[in-house]
Nanobody, 127 residues
Framework: EVQLVESGGGLVQTGGSLRLSCAAS????????IGWFRQAPGKEREGISC????????YTADSVKGRFTISSDNAKKTVYLQMNNLKPEDTAVYYC????????????????????WGQGTQVTVSS
């Protein structure tokens, strides 16, 4: 059974930090790129970061560049999103997703291309 399980969300003040985790199972982790999306109420799902161990590449959206960092631990089949200097506009449900077919993170952004999704974790940044 394929599973992507996010954790690490919560309530934090402006300027604070959180680290999200996405634990994967049920598929060949090394062959997939893992991406992070977020969706705020009334807004479209936004792709914010992607990592492909196979291609040795990452992508980070301009909206979070310099504040968010994606990394992975292949032994643990887990991808992390370190979020620093959080702002109220970062408030959203954060989802991780897996992209098969040796996906290139340079193409990252279209959530319809994902093969698997996690259930999401809420991040709330208070002002």
């Amino acid at each position: 059974e394929v599973q992507l399980v996010e954790s690490g969300g919560g309530l934090v003040q402006t300027g604070g930090s959180l680290r999200l985790s996405c634990a994967a199972s049920g598929f060949t982790f090394d062959e997939y790129a893992i991406g992070w999306f977020r969706q705020a109420p009334g807004k479209e799902r936004e792709g914010i970061s992607c990592i492909s161990k196979f291609h040795g590449s990452t992508y980070t959206a301009d909206s979070v560049k310099g504040r968010f960092t994606i990394s992975s631990d292949n032994a643990k089949k887990t991808v992390y999103l370190q979020m620093n200097n959080l702002k109220p506009e970062d408030t959203a449900v954060y989802y991780c997703a897996a992209f098969g077919g040796y996906y290139f993170c340079s193409e990252f952004g279209d959530h319809n291309e994902a093969d698997y999704w996690g259930q999401g974790t809420q991040v709330t940044v208070s002002s």
